[in-house]
């Protein structure tokens, strides 16, 4: 059993910057890859990015390719997500998610996070 948690959303303004974090609890966090996942209002959740449980592989949709960056401590059972050069549309709310193996399809997440509201402001 994962538990997740998201922090770090909040509101800011088109070209600014923020990062997120998602806590993990549980002593097996390395062994599972992390997704970050978005939902937009009207909208059907989305693939962001993701990270193998080592941190060697990363995947990112091409909507935030070169904006944003995912990473992990495993030491602090920890993934983060830096996003540079945000855009209204960005908003949304973001989710971790934990898997078994790396991938882009969220069907494959066993263990989820409530989620942080990130709002940009044009």
């Known amino acids: 059993q994962v538990q997740l948690v998201e922090s770090g959303g909040g509101l800011v303004q088109a070209g600014g910057s923020l990062r997120l974090s998602c806590a993990a609890s549980?002593?097996?966090?390395?062994?599972?890859?992390m997704g970050w996942f978005r939902q937009a209002p009207g909208k059907e959740r989305e693939f962001v990015c993701a990270?193998?449980?080592?941190?060697?592989?990363?995947y990112y949709a091409n909507s935030v390719k070169a904006r944003f960056t995912i990473s992990r401590d495993n030491a602090k059972n920890t993934v983060y997500l830096q996003m540079n050069s945000l855009k209204p549309e960005d908003t949304a709310v973001y989710y971790c998610?934990?898997?078994?193996?790396?991938?882009?399809?969220?069907?494959?997440?066993?263990?989820w996070g409530q989620g942080t509201q990130v709002t940009v402001s044009s």
């Open positions: 998610a934990a898997s078994p193996r790396v991938t882009t399809r969220d069907r494959e997440y066993d263990y």
């Open positions: 549980g002593r097996t966090f390395s062994s599972y890859a």
């Open positions: 990270i193998g449980g080592s941190g060697g592989n990363t």
